[in-house]
Structure formats: structure tokens, C-alpha cells
């Protein structure tokens, strides 16, 4: 076990943190009840769409989706294997695979941690993040662990040089979210035009591999689907308070999946704010922004991670709607940049403001309190982003010895 731990250039408490997070989450998957576990989530949606393929209907095919592809097919075959079991199995099967991972992310987590921040750290930002509610609670609720995990392992790969399998994890990670698509603006930081280019190319192809078959099978429900993004409506973010839409991300019920219209129809007022402006002045910002630190001497790798963390920052202050499950990408980035107080501290406090926010405060139908904490969210967002600047620009990560310079690494 040592020598595998060693390969993979992890703390010496690796193994000890990774079984405590799978046995802790396994334990409360047998133990609560499915209807409690998923009660605030998407289970029941996912379950839902799933049994369409009852009637013989399947995503993409049939009826179209607001998802790329990779998760609809994978809910949907877990749920025919598990059919006779109903919702109950079907929960156990996704939450086990959520939950693998989850746990991936936590050793892909400890490993950046590790090339980093050294052995100590990493065990340190592994206990903090096996322990913090909003991953837990989400992989209960959402699929995103599979696209935390894709953008993580492509960080990783990239860091270590391997290129082809970074594109191909990137690519297979825009089929699942397209929000892995976000990490190729690092790539063009740390590696010249020809081998970005060829990234690039690489992410494509495996976009096309999977999307090409289904466009051949079912032209116009594939079509609607991979052009439903295009119809959304704003949603909890100031953009949507802007428009007057106080309403969250859900687009419907089941049936209005049938109806190849409806994936491109709004379901709130349109931007007030026009998409083009909006789309200049967030590029030309983050053009701007991206140039200055470019020319940043110092640690290339802290330099690579810190330009996809802004990105993503950028990207979440630019969206037109807000997802809480985006915080289990956003978390293992802040750890990673600021493995220190302030970094738990924003992971901690933008945890409990989201919370607030959903289920707190929507489930109860208090929407006249959602504004408070969609302007915080937004505030600690812009903050966040300052801060990983100014890291960005020090760039004073040298390693002196065991201690790294000029930052406070003790979470202790």
C-alpha cells in the first residue's frame, strides 16, 4: 500500500482519510432513507427521466435534455439495471457512484495538495475536505462529482505533462457539464500555441465522438438538446434579480421533454442586460486580467491552477443562473490556492450562505430573503476573485525547505 501511495505522491494518511470519507458516506447511503437522503436534490428528476425508457425512450433519442449526454445515459442504464428495485435501489446505485467519485476527487485533491503544499498540508486540506457538509450533501443531490472530478484529473494531468490524457478527461467532462471546458485557458498559459492548439483539437474530438452518433440517430432531439443552454432564462444570480425572475434552475416537469420546442423556450423574462454586453465587457476583463499575469514569475504549476480557479470565478460572476452544486468545483480550487485560514474560511462561509439560500430559504417559499443572499454570494464571488489575483500576482509560493514562503500553511 506504501508503494502505491508513494506513486501516487500522496500524504502518508492518504489511506486513512480516503476509508473514513467512503465509510462515512456509504454508512448514511444503507442507513437513511433514500426519500430523506435526496429530499433537497435531483434524484427523483433523474428517476424519473430514467423511466421514460419504460415506454422505450431514451435521452437524446426521444425525448431531449438540458445535459450533455454522458450522465442522462448513465442514469438512465443504472436505472433499467435496477428497475425491478424502484427508487430505493436506484438511489443506492447513483449515491455509490457519486460517491467513488467523490472520493476520487479527494485523492486527485491530496495529490495536487501533495505537489504543492507538501505531505503535511495535503493530509491537512484531505481531513478538511472529507469533512465539509456541502460536498457531502450535494453528492446526495446532484451528479456533479463526475465534473469536479473530470476537471481535477485534467488539472492533474496537466500538470504532470500528460497532455493527451488531460484533453481526453477535459473532453469527456464537457459531455458530462460544460464547465470543464473552463480549464483551457490555463492550458494556453502553460504550454505554447502548438501544443494548445492540439489540446484543444484533442477536447473536440472527443466531443464529437459522442455527440456526432446521437445527431445521426436523432437529428432534431439531439439538436434540441445541445441547443437547450441557448433558451435558459436567468436564475438566483444578480442577473436574474435584474430581470425580475426569482426562481430557481428547474425548467419543468418531465413531460415538457417530449415537446422539442419547449428546450429552447424561456422559462423566465428575458436579460434586461444584453448578452452580447455582457459577454465584451466579462471577455475584454478577463483578457485584460489574464495578460497581466501571464508575465508572473514564480511557481509555473501554483501560476496554472490559480488561472483556472479565476476563470472559474469569472465564469460564475458572468453566468446568467447559479447552481449550488458548482461550490464542489469551487472548493477543492480555493484549497488548493489558499491552503490556509482564509481559504477555509471562504469555503466555510460560502457554504452557509448558499445553504441559507437553498433548501433554507426557497424550500420555505421565503424569496423575499433570496436577494440577501444572492448579493452576498456575488460580493464574496468579487472578493474571492481579488484575492486569488493578488496570490497570483506575489506569486511568493517559493519552497524554503519544508515551509513555503511568505504564507501561513498551518490550519491546525
Known amino acids: 500500500m506504501d508503494g502505491i501511495r508513494t506513486r501516487l505522491g500522496l500524504p502518508r494518511e492518504a489511506g486513512l482519510i480516503v476509508l473514513m470519507f467512503l465509510a462515512f458516506r ?51 442504464v443504472v436505472y433499467r439495471l435496477t428497475a425491478s428495485g424502484g427508487y430505493n435501489v436506484y438511489v443506492l446505485a447513483i449515491g455509490a457512484i457519486g460517491t467513488l467519485f467523490g472520493a476520487g476527487n479527494l485523492i486527485v485533491l491530496m495529490r495536487l495538495a501533495a505537489r504543492m503544499h507538501g505531505e503535511a498540508t495535503a493530509a491537512r486540506l484531505g481531513w478538511v475536505y472529507s469533512l465539509l457538509f456541502v460536498p457531502l450533501v450535494i453528492g446526495w443531490w446532484q451528479f456533479e462529482a463526475i465534473t469536479a472530478f473530470c476537471i481535477l484529473f485534467a488539472l492533474d494531468r496537466l500538470l504532470d505533462r500528460r497532455d493527451v490524457s488531460s484533453a481526453i478527461a477535459t473532453g469527456l467532462g464537457v459531455m458530462v457539464k460544460l464547465v470543464p471546458v473552463l ?21 473536440a474530438l472527443i466531443v464529437v465522438l459522442i455527440a456526432a452518433p446521437l445527431l445521426a440517430a436523432a437529428p432534431d432531439t439531439a439538436r434540441a438538446s445541445f441547443m437547450s443552454p441557448l433558451g435558459w432564462s436567468s436564475w438566483e444570480t444578480v442577473w436574474a434579480l435584474i430581470d425580475g425572475n426569482l426562481r430557481t434552475g428547474a425548467l419543468g416537469g418531465i413531460d415538457i421533454h417530449l415537446d422539442k ?50 476563470t472559474y470565478v469569472a465564469f460564475l460572476l458572468w453566468s446568467k443562473g447559479w447552481s449550488p452544486q458548482w461550490q464542489v468545483i469551487l472548493f477543492p480550487l480555493i484549497l488548493l490556492m489558499m491552503p490556509d485560514r482564509l481559504g477555509i474560511g471562504f469555503v466555510l462561509v460560502f457554504g ?14 421565503l424569496w423575499q430573503a433570496v436577494p440577501a443572499t444572492i448579493l452576498l454570494r456575488t460580493l464574496l464571488l468579487i472578493v474571492l476573485l481579488i484575492e486569488l489575483v493578488r496570490r497570483c500576482q506575489r506569486m511568493g509560493y517559493q519552497r524554503t525547505g519544508k515551509r513555503i514562503s511568505g504564507w501561513a500553511t498551518d490550519v491546525s
Open 26 to 76: 456509504l454508512m448514511m447511503l444503507i442507513t437513511l432513507r433514500p426519500e430523506h437522503l435526496t429530499f433537497f436534490g435531483d434524484y427523483q428528476y433523474y428517476f424519473d427521466l430514467a423511466r421514460l425508457s419504460d415506454r422505450g425512450l431514451w435521452p437524446y433519442l426521444h425525448y431531449w435534455m438540458e445535459y450533455p449526454p454522458i450522465f442522462p445515459f448513465l442514469s438512465t
Open 261 to 310: 420546442a419547449q428546450a429552447t423556450t424561456p422559462v423566465g423574462n428575458p436579460s434586461r442586460v444584453p448578452d452580447w454586453l455582457k459577454a465584451i465587457v466579462f471577455g475584454v476583463g478577463y483578457m485584460v486580467l489574464v495578460w497581466r499575469l501571464r508575465s508572473a514569475s514564480g511557481d509555473a504549476n501554483y501560476k496554472t491552477i490559480g488561472i483556472l480557479a479565476i
Open 183 to 203: 480549464i483551457l485557458p490555463a492550458v494556453a498559459l502553460a504550454r505554447p500555441i502548438r501544443k494548445t492548439i492540439l489540446y484543444a483539437v484533442l477536447v
Open 352 to 365: 452557509l450562505v448558499n445553504l441559507a439560500e437553498w433548501p433554507v430559504l426557497i424550500s420555505r417559499g
